[in-house]
């Protein structure tokens, strides 16, 4: 019979034993952990990190890294709601920002593509751009007065489960076809297994990694959307960090900072366990600054095991 480690690595089961281990560590520190309500409101919170972190997970399969989603989620909400403020009706107003978020993410694979610059500095950049753009065009204040059919998109509910949750478990799962059943994800995951290997098999690697950053940042807009539909106003602040937290949830989930490697329902649980601690030290009145150590030592462990599971090939 086959050793249970074993059986955990070929299934990848690490990530979702570690939330069930965390769940049940919850439920036993606090009674309120473990109920309906507050499991609902652990989904709605894990949204907007779960849409940014999908996002993610195709730009590190092909060995990338998109640190300006967060600044893109700031920027496309603040666009939409300006744009709803001056009375443009809210389904255009959310196509534009869709549209300006794959603008954002086509600025990005060019740089990486094309210019042959670095992931980690490319989106350095712009991830200051974009935050700069957006202290401009809010000119450093919240954008309020958003009309009510927009909020109910974020804080309305579906058979009791809130409508961004729901929003969120489409993407997912359209993702999961696409990267399991379909020629593009097959070649993504070529791209992040040996580049060079797929250019000659033929793969137009270049258009690829531009697409995969588009994605990444129309998911970052639709976040920014969801975001901004709860909160009932755009931030410029909003996002901050939030970068981090995708790239965390990834790299839980399984999926190799070296590219290749991974999987979307690992991204999912990785997104999910975030949002169980994030909730769970609330519920155990953590001070916030020790909840900011916890979340990098959680960081730091995920890049090691990254790390040993790389060499270890």
Do not use: C
């Amino acid at each position: 019979m086959e050793k249970f480690g074993a059986v955990v690595r070929r299934y990848h089961l690490g990530p979702l034993i570690g939330l069930v281990i965390l769940v049940i560590i919850l439920s036993l520190l606090s009674p309120q952990f473990f109920t309906f309500g507050n499991l609902r409101n652990v989904a709605l919170q894990t949204s907007v990190n779960a849409l940014l972190a999908v996002g993610m997970t195709f730009v590190i399969l092909t060995a990338g890294i998109d640190l300006s989603v967060g600044s893109s989620l700031a920027l496309t909400a603040a666009l939409s709601a300006g744009l709803m403020v001056a009375h443009v009706n809210p389904w255009v107003a959310a196509l534009a920002a869709l549209a300006a978020g794959a603008v954002a993410g086509f600025l990005n694979g060019v740089f990486v593509a094309y210019a042959r610059l670095a992931p980690f500095i490319v989106t350095l950049g712009t991830m200051q751009l974009f935050r700069g753009l957006t202290e401009v065009y809010t000119n450093g204040n919240p954008i309020f007065n958003l009309p009510s059919s927009f909020s109910h998109f974020g804080t309305g509910l579906l058979l009791a489960i809130p409508l961004p949750v729901w929003v969120t478990a489409v993407v997912f799962g359209v993702v999961w076809v696409v990267l399991n059943k379909s020629v593009f994800g097959r070649r993504i995951y070529a791209i992040g297994g040996n580049e060079t290997v797929a250019h000659l098999a033929g793969v137009p690697v270049k258009r690829y990694v531009v697409l995969v950053y588009v994605i990444s940042g129309v998911l970052a807009a639709l976040a920014g959307i969801v975001l901004t539909s709860r909160l009932g106003s755009a931030e410029p602040t909003a996002g901050t960090g939030y970068e981090l937290d995708a790239i965390t949830a990834v790299v839980l989930g399984g999926t190799s900072l070296f590219g290749g490697e991974g999987t979307i329902l690992g991204t999912l649980i990785g997104a999910l366990i975030l949002g169980v601690i994030d909730n769970g030290l609330n519920l155990l009145n953590v001070n916030s600054f020790y909840q900011d150590a916890v979340k990098g030592l959680i960081i730091l462990a995920a890049i090691m095991l990254d790390r040993k599971k790389s060499t270890g090939r």
